[in-house]
Protein backbone atom coordinates (compact mmCIF):
# COMPACT_ATOMS: atom_id res chain seq x y z
CA UNK A 1 0.00 0.00 0.00
CA UNK A 2 1.12 3.43 -0.73
CA UNK A 3 1.13 6.07 1.39
CA UNK A 4 2.75 7.90 5.11
CA UNK A 5 3.65 5.99 7.82
CA UNK A 6 4.94 7.63 11.30
CA UNK A 7 6.26 5.87 14.06
CA UNK A 8 5.69 5.27 17.22
CA UNK A 9 2.14 6.21 17.29
CA UNK A 10 2.78 7.51 20.85
CA UNK A 11 6.15 9.03 22.56
CA UNK A 12 6.71 10.05 26.56
CA UNK A 13 10.04 11.90 26.88
CA UNK A 14 11.80 13.05 29.81
CA UNK A 15 12.62 16.59 30.82
CA UNK A 16 16.06 17.21 29.12
CA UNK A 17 16.01 14.31 26.39
CA UNK A 18 16.33 14.71 22.89
CA UNK A 19 13.71 11.89 21.25
CA UNK A 20 13.85 11.75 17.15
CA UNK A 21 10.10 11.29 15.51
CA UNK A 22 9.79 9.00 12.07
CA UNK A 23 8.40 9.64 9.00
CA UNK A 24 8.18 7.40 5.82
CA UNK A 25 6.66 7.95 2.99
CA UNK A 26 6.28 5.47 -0.52
CA UNK A 27 4.58 8.06 -3.32
CA UNK A 28 7.57 9.17 -4.31
CA UNK A 29 6.61 12.52 -3.35
CA UNK A 30 9.19 15.13 -3.42
CA UNK A 31 8.32 17.55 -0.76
CA UNK A 32 7.88 17.07 2.89
CA UNK A 33 6.65 18.91 5.79
CA UNK A 34 6.46 18.76 9.65
CA UNK A 35 3.69 20.44 11.82
CA UNK A 36 2.52 20.17 15.35
CA UNK A 37 -0.85 20.58 16.34
CA UNK A 38 -1.84 21.16 19.77
CA UNK A 39 -5.29 20.51 21.45
CA UNK A 40 -8.26 22.30 19.74
CA UNK A 41 -5.94 24.26 17.50
CA UNK A 42 -4.75 24.61 13.83
CA UNK A 43 -1.68 22.98 12.11
CA UNK A 44 1.93 25.09 12.74
CA UNK A 45 4.42 24.23 10.40
CA UNK A 46 7.77 23.21 12.08
CA UNK A 47 10.06 22.54 9.44
CA UNK A 48 9.54 21.37 5.93
CA UNK A 49 11.85 19.65 2.80
CA UNK A 50 11.24 20.35 -0.88
CA UNK A 51 14.08 18.00 -2.34
CA UNK A 52 16.61 15.47 -0.64
CA UNK A 53 19.25 16.78 1.61
CA UNK A 54 17.62 20.80 1.63
CA UNK A 55 14.67 21.85 3.96
CA UNK A 56 13.84 25.17 5.32
CA UNK A 57 12.54 26.41 8.97
CA UNK A 58 8.82 27.03 9.02
CA UNK A 59 6.98 29.32 11.31
CA UNK A 60 8.23 27.30 14.63
CA UNK A 61 11.10 25.71 14.23
CA UNK A 62 13.17 26.37 17.45
CA UNK A 63 14.05 23.59 19.26
CA UNK A 64 13.32 20.93 16.47
CA UNK A 65 16.12 19.59 14.01
CA UNK A 66 15.28 17.78 10.74
CA UNK A 67 17.15 15.88 8.06
CA UNK A 68 16.44 14.54 4.55
CA UNK A 69 19.02 12.43 3.15
CA UNK A 70 16.19 10.21 1.64
CA UNK A 71 13.86 11.03 -0.65
CA UNK A 72 11.20 8.44 1.51
CA UNK A 73 12.27 9.81 4.91
CA UNK A 74 12.06 13.04 6.58
CA UNK A 75 12.64 12.27 10.66
CA UNK A 76 12.16 15.40 13.13
CA UNK A 77 13.84 15.67 16.61
CA UNK A 78 12.66 17.39 19.59
CA UNK A 79 15.51 18.33 21.26
CA UNK A 80 15.74 19.43 25.07
CA UNK A 81 15.83 23.28 23.88
CA UNK A 82 12.21 22.97 23.09
CA UNK A 83 10.51 24.17 26.13
CA UNK A 84 6.86 23.05 25.33
CA UNK A 85 7.34 19.82 23.60
CA UNK A 86 4.01 18.15 23.96
CA UNK A 87 1.88 17.98 21.66
CA UNK A 88 0.83 16.09 18.28
CA UNK A 89 3.13 15.95 15.04
CA UNK A 90 1.82 15.21 12.09
CA UNK A 91 4.10 14.48 9.02
CA UNK A 92 2.74 15.27 5.62
CA UNK A 93 3.68 14.75 1.89
CA UNK A 94 3.35 16.71 -1.19
CA UNK A 95 2.51 15.48 -4.32
CA UNK A 96 3.51 17.36 -6.96
CA UNK A 97 3.57 18.40 -10.80
CA UNK A 98 1.33 19.17 -13.75
CA UNK A 99 -1.85 21.34 -12.76
CA UNK A 100 -4.58 19.87 -10.89
CA UNK A 101 -2.59 17.37 -9.00
CA UNK A 102 -1.21 19.59 -5.96
CA UNK A 103 -2.28 18.20 -3.01
CA UNK A 104 -0.68 17.05 0.42
CA UNK A 105 -1.23 13.87 2.30
CA UNK A 106 -0.83 13.10 6.03
CA UNK A 107 0.49 10.49 8.03
CA UNK A 108 -0.95 9.15 11.13
CA UNK A 109 0.57 11.47 13.45
CA UNK A 110 2.94 10.83 16.87
CA UNK A 111 1.46 12.14 19.98
CA UNK A 112 4.26 13.07 22.14
CA UNK A 113 4.13 13.73 26.11
CA UNK A 114 7.15 15.46 28.42
CA UNK A 115 6.95 13.74 31.54
CA UNK B 1 0.85 37.20 2.98
CA UNK B 2 -2.13 34.26 2.76
CA UNK B 3 -4.52 33.82 5.37
CA UNK B 4 -7.77 31.04 6.08
CA UNK B 5 -10.33 32.20 8.17
CA UNK B 6 -12.84 29.50 9.64
CA UNK B 7 -15.20 31.68 11.60
CA UNK B 8 -17.16 29.08 13.13
CA UNK B 9 -15.53 27.36 16.13
CA UNK B 10 -17.88 25.13 16.35
CA UNK B 11 -21.36 23.98 14.67
CA UNK B 12 -23.75 20.78 15.51
CA UNK B 13 -26.09 19.45 12.92
CA UNK B 14 -28.46 16.35 12.94
CA UNK B 15 -28.09 13.10 10.94
CA UNK B 16 -29.10 13.14 7.59
CA UNK B 17 -29.52 17.47 7.86
CA UNK B 18 -27.42 19.19 5.55
CA UNK B 19 -24.57 21.82 7.04
CA UNK B 20 -22.66 24.32 5.64
CA UNK B 21 -19.12 25.14 6.95
CA UNK B 22 -17.56 28.89 6.15
CA UNK B 23 -14.27 29.41 5.19
CA UNK B 24 -12.57 33.06 4.03
CA UNK B 25 -8.84 33.28 2.17
CA UNK B 26 -6.99 36.49 1.21
CA UNK B 27 -4.60 36.42 -1.35
CA UNK B 28 -3.46 38.34 -4.65
CA UNK B 29 -2.91 35.24 -6.83
CA UNK B 30 -4.78 34.70 -9.55
CA UNK B 31 -3.81 30.87 -9.90
CA UNK B 32 -3.95 28.91 -6.44
CA UNK B 33 -5.75 25.45 -5.13
CA UNK B 34 -8.00 25.24 -2.04
CA UNK B 35 -8.72 22.37 0.18
CA UNK B 36 -11.11 20.71 3.06
CA UNK B 37 -9.97 18.40 5.18
CA UNK B 38 -11.25 16.67 7.93
CA UNK B 39 -9.54 15.10 11.22
CA UNK B 40 -11.57 12.86 12.85
CA UNK B 41 -11.31 11.98 16.46
CA UNK B 42 -8.42 9.32 15.89
CA UNK B 43 -6.50 12.92 14.61
CA UNK B 44 -5.74 11.60 11.00
CA UNK B 45 -6.02 14.38 8.68
CA UNK B 46 -8.22 13.08 5.60
CA UNK B 47 -8.43 14.84 2.48
CA UNK B 48 -12.30 15.58 2.17
CA UNK B 49 -12.32 17.85 -1.53
CA UNK B 50 -9.96 19.93 -3.24
CA UNK B 51 -10.93 23.12 -5.87
CA UNK B 52 -8.12 24.65 -8.36
CA UNK B 53 -9.45 28.31 -8.66
CA UNK B 54 -8.93 28.29 -12.60
CA UNK B 55 -11.90 26.12 -12.46
CA UNK B 56 -15.22 27.88 -12.38
CA UNK B 57 -17.20 24.58 -11.60
CA UNK B 58 -17.38 23.59 -8.22
CA UNK B 59 -16.08 20.50 -6.78
CA UNK B 60 -18.15 17.38 -5.62
CA UNK B 61 -16.99 14.56 -3.54
CA UNK B 62 -20.49 12.21 -3.10
CA UNK B 63 -22.05 13.68 -0.36
CA UNK B 64 -19.11 16.68 0.29
CA UNK B 65 -19.65 19.76 -2.36
CA UNK B 66 -18.08 23.34 -2.22
CA UNK B 67 -19.53 26.77 -3.02
CA UNK B 68 -16.52 28.80 -4.32
CA UNK B 69 -16.91 32.37 -4.94
CA UNK B 70 -13.03 33.61 -6.40
CA UNK B 71 -14.53 36.97 -6.19
CA UNK B 72 -15.54 37.41 -2.49
CA UNK B 73 -12.71 34.39 -1.42
CA UNK B 74 -14.60 32.63 -0.37
CA UNK B 75 -14.81 28.53 -0.10
CA UNK B 76 -17.37 26.74 1.96
CA UNK B 77 -18.23 23.31 3.12
CA UNK B 78 -21.53 21.95 2.34
CA UNK B 79 -22.20 18.43 3.82
CA UNK B 80 -25.25 16.68 2.85
CA UNK B 81 -26.99 13.51 4.56
CA UNK B 82 -25.02 14.63 7.65
CA UNK B 83 -23.98 10.85 8.67
CA UNK B 84 -22.18 10.04 12.39
CA UNK B 85 -18.85 9.66 10.86
CA UNK B 86 -18.84 13.43 9.65
CA UNK B 87 -18.26 13.78 13.25
CA UNK B 88 -14.62 15.82 13.13
CA UNK B 89 -13.00 18.79 12.93
CA UNK B 90 -13.01 20.18 9.42
CA UNK B 91 -9.81 22.10 8.18
CA UNK B 92 -9.77 24.96 5.44
CA UNK B 93 -6.61 25.15 3.50
CA UNK B 94 -5.17 27.08 0.53
CA UNK B 95 -1.79 26.85 -1.80
CA UNK B 96 0.10 28.21 -4.30
CA UNK B 97 0.97 26.20 -7.19
CA UNK B 98 4.41 24.35 -6.77
CA UNK B 99 6.76 25.82 -9.06
CA UNK B 100 8.94 27.53 -6.15
CA UNK B 101 8.30 25.97 -2.85
CA UNK B 102 4.98 26.97 -1.79
CA UNK B 103 3.23 26.54 1.82
CA UNK B 104 0.26 25.38 2.85
CA UNK B 105 -2.28 27.73 5.31
CA UNK B 106 -5.04 26.12 7.08
CA UNK B 107 -7.74 27.54 9.38
CA UNK B 108 -8.14 27.85 12.80
CA UNK B 109 -10.52 24.88 12.11
CA UNK B 110 -14.57 23.82 12.92
CA UNK B 111 -15.63 21.27 15.04
CA UNK B 112 -18.59 19.85 13.43
CA UNK B 113 -21.25 17.16 15.93
CA UNK B 114 -23.45 15.03 14.23
CA UNK B 115 -26.29 14.15 15.88
CA UNK B 116 -28.48 10.90 16.74
Known amino acids: DGGITQSPKYLFRKEGQNVTLSCEQN?????MYWYRQDPGQGLRLIYYSQIVNDFQKGDIAEGYSVSREKKESFPLTVTSAQKNPTAFYLCASRRQGSTGTDTQYFGPGTRLTVL | AQTVTQSQPEMSVQEAETVTLSCTYDTSENNYYLFWYKQPPSRQMILVIRQEAYKQQNATENRFSVNFQKAAKSFSLKISDSQLGDTAMYFCAFTRPTGNFNKFYFGSGTKLNVKP
Open chain 1, 27 to 31: LNHDA
